[in-house]
């Protein structure tokens, strides 16, 4: 049960009360974050190198090749810096099957790939040994090239060459089922190869950022100072446990939980041998931070909707009786959600762990199965998310300006986590650096944003009473904060 007495909170200071500029400078950091992450990301270096085949690699098929054809590739001078490696191909539309044609068939390949030093010479280490797989290709009416495959991936590039074969079985049927073909087979076998990798100046990118967020976050947390500078943890033991707030529990908990989503083991993971095992510790981590983030934001609208017919005046809105009814069903649904998105992603780093020629998208149905629940369930929070933000609209008007700032930023930071999990950018590895820097950066401005607004007040008219031990300090009854 809350306190009915709490530490006042440095929102609720006359430095963020009109006619106080302190709300300004609030929302002027909150639009020169949203400026600067998106100039520097737009600036930012290239997250992928693609080394291709050529546009067209013709695979000759005659009397010798009629059972397969072998594509060989080879990559050098790979370093630790290119975190990872992944091969696709795609197959060129044959030429006796006319353009306005769209079909599908299987393709069956074969595909070993070895590992090797510089220096040394040779290929030591064999990765994959002759892996057969069943691949779906799907030619759309009217293109040339049809849908892409992948053929081999590696989360971890330990090896500084590599060398890749992929064997297309029968790659001489694939025109002859069609009705609408002209002859009577293939006699060219084009194939498109791409093998793509992590640029090193991207990498080199995210360990500065990953490194300067992990920094700042500590120093929010822990910084021993006096006044308004000091860390959070340090400003709250000040104040005695009966007297917190539930927002300032809330933002402990995501403060802390934000140190390991700005994933401060990065460098080590990039360097180490064992790499692929501490960055599978890290999605653990960003998958509970998104989960709680989506806990707590269904929590904040939710009493938020509850409690703005019940505001003082000048005053945050006060905070209602939260029993188990109340928490119960949101920590369910999270909880499920997090076992969700982790079971997803250790399901694919397993399998390719074991076999890097596997993809989970084309050649699992239990894979796809879990994505389309993750879809589902977030289309169920969005619409949960909607419920409690639409009847927390109502209210909105009553909240005093300073708590109106930290409720408009939450809904802004929904969008985005919805947004950015609908499109994969929430992934550590993005498809552009803008993604990377505008999420991970508002990310952590937000939860600073929270850890500098609802930290306790000293300079407050409140009278404060030191206990006699000077452990903490016991203030008189005081409405609390929502969101």
């Given at each position: 049960?809350?306190?009915?007495?709490?530490?006042?909170?440095?929102?609720?200071?006359?430095?963020?009360?009109?006619?106080?500029?302190?709300?300004?400078?609030?929302?002027?950091?909150?639009?020169?974050?949203?400026?600067?992450?998106?100039?520097?990301?737009?600036?930012?270096?290239?997250?992928?190198?693609t080394?291709?085949?050529?546009?067209?690699?013709?695979?000759?098929?005659?009397?010798?090749t009629?059972?397969?054809?072998?594509?060989?590739?080879?990559?050098?001078?790979?370093?630790?810096l290119?975190?990872?490696?992944?091969l696709?191909?795609?197959v060129?539309?044959?030429?006796?099957?006319?353009?306005?044609?769209?079909?599908?068939y299987?393709?069956?390949?074969?595909?070993?790939?070895?590992g090797?030093?510089?220096?040394?010479?040779?290929?030591?280490e064999k990765?994959?040994?002759?892996?057969?797989?069943?691949?779906?290709?799907?030619?759309?009416?009217?293109?040339?090239?049809?849908?892409?495959?992948?053929?081999?991936?590696?989360?971890q590039?330990?090896?500084d060459?590599?060398?890749?074969?992929?064997?297309?079985?029968?790659?001489?049927?694939?025109?002859?089922?069609?009705?609408?073909?002209?002859?009577?087979?293939v006699?060219?076998?084009?194939?498109?190869?791409?093998?793509?990798?992590?640029?090193?100046?991207?990498?080199?990118?995210?360990?500065?950022?990953?490194?300067?967020?992990?920094?700042?976050?500590?120093?929010?947390?822990?910084?021993?100072?006096?006044?308004?500078?000091?860390?959070?943890?340090?400003?709250?033991?000040?104040?005695?446990?009966?007297?917190?707030?539930?927002?300032?529990?809330?933002?402990?908990?995501?403060?802390?939980?934000?140190?390991?989503?700005?994933?401060?083991?990065f460098?080590?993971?990039?360097?180490?041998?064992?790499?692929?095992?501490?960055?599978?510790?890290?999605?653990?981590?960003?998958?509970?931070?998104?989960?709680?983030?989506?806990?707590?934001?269904?929590?904040?609208?939710?009493?938020?909707?509850?409690?703005?017919?019940r505001t003082?005046?000048?005053?945050?809105?006060?905070?209602?009786?939260?029993?188990?009814?109340?928490?119960?069903?949101?920590?369910?649904?999270?909880?499920?959600?997090?076992?969700?998105?982790?079971?997803?992603?250790?399901?694919?780093?397993?399998?390719?762990?074991?076999?890097?020629?596997?993809?989970?998208?084309?050649?699992?149905?239990?894979?796809?199965?879990?994505?389309?629940?993750?879809?589902?369930?977030?289309?169920?929070y969005?619409?949960?998310?909607?419920?409690?933000?639409?009847?927390?609209?109502?209210?909105?008007?009553?909240?005093?300006?300073?708590?109106?700032?930290?409720?408009?930023?939450?809904?802004?930071?929904?969008?985005?986590?919805?947004?950015?999990?609908?499109?994969?950018?929430?992934?550590?590895?993005?498809?552009?650096?803008?993604?990377?820097?505008?999420?991970?950066?508002?990310?952590?401005?937000?939860?600073?944003?929270?850890?500098?607004?609802?930290?306790?007040?000293?300079?407050?008219?409140?009278?404060?009473?030191?206990?006699?031990?000077?452990?903490?300090?016991?203030?008189?009854?005081?409405?609390?904060?929502?969101?």
């Amino acid at each position: 049960m809350q306190s009915t007495s709490r530490a006042p909170l440095r929102i609720e200071g006359p430095s963020f009360k009109p006619p106080s500029k302190g709300l300004f400078w609030l929302w002027l950091c909150l639009l020169s974050s949203v400026i600067l992450f998106l100039g520097v990301g737009f600036a930012g270096p290239d997250v992928f190198i693609t080394t291709e085949s050529g546009v067209e690699y013709p695979l000759v098929i005659s009397e010798d090749t009629d059972e397969t054809v072998t594509w060989i590739g080879r990559l050098t001078d790979m370093t630790k810096l290119h975190q990872l490696i992944y091969l696709e191909a795609k197959v060129r539309r044959p030429e006796n099957i006319t353009a306005n044609v769209e079909f599908t068939y299987q393709q069956e390949i074969i595909v070993t790939a070895e590992g090797g030093k510089k220096e040394g010479g040779g290929y030591h280490e064999k990765i994959i040994d002759e892996k057969r797989h069943i691949k779906t290709i799907t030619c759309k009416a009217g293109e040339v090239w049809c849908s892409d495959i992948s053929v081999f991936a590696t989360h971890q590039v330990i090896h500084d060459e590599y060398l890749v074969a992929v064997k297309f079985v029968h790659p001489g049927e694939l025109g002859s089922f069609c009705p609408h073909c002209t002859g009577t087979g293939v006699q060219h076998f084009y194939v498109h190869f791409g093998m793509h990798y992590i640029n090193p100046n991207f990498t080199r990118w995210q360990i500065c950022w990953k490194t300067l967020f992990s920094f700042v976050t500590i120093l929010a947390m822990f910084l021993p100072c006096r006044g308004g500078l000091a860390g959070y943890f340090w400003q709250l033991r000040k104040v005695l446990k009966s007297n917190w707030a539930d927002i300032q529990i809330w933002v402990g908990v995501l403060l802390t939980m934000l140190l390991f989503f700005n994933d401060p083991m990065f460098i080590i993971e990039v360097f180490s041998d064992y790499g692929a095992l501490l960055s599978a510790v890290y999605i653990l981590f960003l998958c509970a931070f998104l989960a709680t983030l989506m806990f707590f934001w269904l929590c904040m609208l939710h009493e938020t909707s509850k409690v703005g017919g019940r505001t003082v005046e000048g005053s945050a809105p006060v905070e209602i009786m939260k029993g188990i009814g109340f928490y119960l069903p949101k920590i369910i649904f999270c909880a499920m959600f997090w076992i969700l998105i982790t079971v997803a992603y250790v399901y694919v780093r397993v399998a390719q762990e074991g076999d890097p020629s596997y993809d989970a998208l084309e050649d699992s149905m239990h894979y796809k199965l879990v994505t389309t629940t993750v879809t589902v369930a977030m289309a169920i929070y969005t619409g949960w998310i909607l419920y409690h933000g639409l009847n927390a609209m109502g209210n909105v008007r009553k909240l005093p300006p300073q708590i109106l700032f930290t409720f408009m930023f939450t809904v802004l930071m929904i969008i985005l986590v919805i947004v950015c999990v609908g499109i994969g950018a929430t992934y550590p590895l993005p498809s552009a650096s803008y993604e990377f820097l505008l999420f991970y950066g508002l990310t952590n401005v937000y939860v600073w944003t929270l850890t500098f607004a609802y930290a306790p007040l000293y300079a407050s008219s409140t009278t404060l009473t030191e206990e006699s031990d000077g452990d903490g300090i016991e203030v008189g009854p005081l409405s609390a904060a929502a969101v």
